[in-house]
C-alpha cells in the first residue's frame, strides 16, 4: 500500500512538468489557454507536497505502533 502512495507521488509530479512543458509551448500563442496549465502545474506540486507529507505521517505513526 505504502509503494503505490510513493509513485502517486510522483505521478503528480509528471503531470507538473508536462503543464510547465504546455506552458511554454502556448504562452506565446494562447495565453488565456497558458494561464490553465499553470493553475495544473500549481495544484500538481501542492499535492505532491501534501501527498508526501502525509505519507511520512502514516509511515512514522506506523513505525510507532509496531513493537
Known sequence: MIKIL???EYLYLAVAVVSLYK???LW???QN????????????????LF???YRK???KRQDQEKP
Open 33 to 48: 489557454q497558458a494561464y490553465i496549465f499553470i493553475f495544473f502545474a500549481v495544484v500538481s506540486v501542492a499535492m505532491f
Open 51 to 53: 501527498r508526501r507529507n
Open 28 to 30: 506565446s500563442v494562447d
Open 57 to 59: 505521517r502514516f509511515e
Open 6 to 8: 510513493r509513485y502517486t
Open 23 to 25: 506552458i511554454g509551448e
